[in-house]
């Protein structure tokens, strides 16, 4: 999986061209990767290497992604050994089934807040379960203090019929 192809040096120049030093996964203070290659502008060699070009479930453009690995956080399910996932062989196409099943989740719901602890990468049936259940419609009646939101009322499509 991994390309060696994307494992070339930075030249000197190419390195002092770069406008940061430091990796930019929030907590990481590592330098940059010597290595040219998806992230080698913005991660240091160990966060490059989260990236799915080298393997990995994460994409340089989504910082919030490195971590990413093909277990839900929440329930422990292994998306690589999901019946309908693990018999896919390309190794390509199974990675990016696991990387849609394991979903990037901001625990405050902030999704400004990239901040490490305020990350988990959960499957899409637990981050399913997690909306509903914080979801304020399901406020309880019994608690008087706070105000029971009304159900948007599902209202169907009406669809176009062309002939
Ligand atoms: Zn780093
Ligand atoms: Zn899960």
């Given at each position: 999986m991994r390309d060696l192809e994307l494992d070339i040096l930075k030249t000197g120049a190419a390195m002092k061209s770069l406008p940061g030093t430091c990796c930019e996964v929030d907590g990481c203070s590592t330098i940059l990767t010597p290595y040219k290659g998806p992230g080698g502008d913005t991660y240091c060699r160990d966060h490059q290497m989260h990236l799915h070009e080298y393997g990995g479930f994460s994409k340089a453009q989504k910082p919030y992604t490195i971590g990413k690995t093909s277990v839900c956080e929440e329930c422990g399910m292994d998306a690589a050994e999901h019946t309908s996932i693990a018999v896919i062989e390309d190794l390509i196409m199974k990675n990016r089934a696991i990387r849609m099943v394991i979903t990037t989740d901001h625990i405050d719901g902030n999704?400004?807040?990239?901040s490490l602890e305020n990350l988990s990468h959960i499957c899409v049936v637990c981050h399913a379960v997690k909306t509903i259940i914080s979801g304020?419609?399901?406020?309880?009646?019994?608690?008087?203090?706070k105000p029971k939101s009304s159900p948007k009322k599902y209202k169907p499509r009406k669809k176009k019929i062309t002939q």
């Open positions: 999704h400004s807040n990239n304020d419609y399901l406020t309880s009646s019994t608690d008087a203090t």
